[in-house]
Each structure stands twice: as C-alpha cells, then as structure tokens.
C-alpha cells in the first residue's frame, strides 16, 4: 500500500475500504473486520460532529431536508455515498475506467458566493485504473424548498 494512502486514511481523506481492510489486517497481522469496524466508528463520529445542531433529535429527517440544504452536502460529502452517487450517474464506460479505492474529497465551496445559500457543491480526485491520470469529479447541488 503506497504511502500516499495510508496519509490519506490518517488526515481522513480517504476511507478504510474492503480491499484496504484485507490489506491493513495481513500487515498488521489482524481481522479484516477490525479495520471495517474502525471505518465504521469514523463514519459514525464525523456523522455526529457534522450533525450537530443540524438536525435536531427529534426532528423528522424529511423535515429537516426541506429546512437545511447543509444536510445534502454533509451527505455527500461521505466517500461510500458519493462514490454510490457517481457510480449511479456517470457514464458505465466511465465508471468502468475509475480507481474507486483513490476517490477523495478535495473541497468545498468553488462556488459563487451570491449562489451561497441556495447551491453547494463538493470536489472530488480519483485516479483512472492502471494509470496516473488524474481526474476531478464536481457535484453542485441546488437546493429547492418544495418538490418538483
């Protein structure tokens, strides 16, 4: 495992997959399972610092989706989410050539300030299979208070 990535899974950058799991448990002589179960640990404590005072607890998530765009991009902004999302909506030819296991969340915010309070947005590097090809993959989301 490059040393780029075990950076990225310390500074949060990247997630502890299934393949990483297997490779972390045979270095480490561990379960496989023990490193899922610390991902999932990470996923759940993020997922409370982000929420915090977002939701409140006893607050219908419909609800709270309709008063709070914040909420989608904290969503998204999870790995295993936005690679499900990409996966879905991209091109299949494309999603075929992706390295899912580089994907990363670079950033936030790349848009214009006037468009702050209904639009967000997220960045995203992944690398092309057997390749240093870098390519960025760009989400904006647009927020609407009723259905379409």
Not at 21 to 42: C, M, R
Not at 64 to 89: G, H, Q, W
Not at 126 to 146: A, D, G
Request: glycine share 2%.
């Amino acid at each position: 495992m490059p040393l780029r990535h075990i950076r990225e899974i310390i500074s949060g950058r990247r997630a502890i997959t299934p393949n990483t799991a297997v490779q972390l448990s045979k270095t480490f002589d561990t379960d496989p399972e023990y490193w899922i179960n610390l991902q999932k640990e990470y996923d759940i404590d993020i997922a409370k610092k982000r929420l915090a005072g977002v939701i409140p607890e006893d607050e219908p998530i419909e609800k709270a989706l309709v008063k709070n765009p914040k909420l989608i991009k904290i969503v998204f902004s999870d790995r295993t989410e936005a690679e499900t999302f990409f996966k879905l909506n991209l091109p299949q030819n494309l999603v075929e050539q992706i390295d899912w296991e580089t994907l990363l969340l670079e950033g936030t915010n790349y848009i214009d300030e006037e468009l702050i309070e209904s639009e967000s947005d997220l960045l995203f590097s992944v690398y092309f299979k057997n390749s240093n090809t870098l390519c960025y993959l760009y989400i904006l989301f647009e927020h609407q208070s009723s259905p379409c």
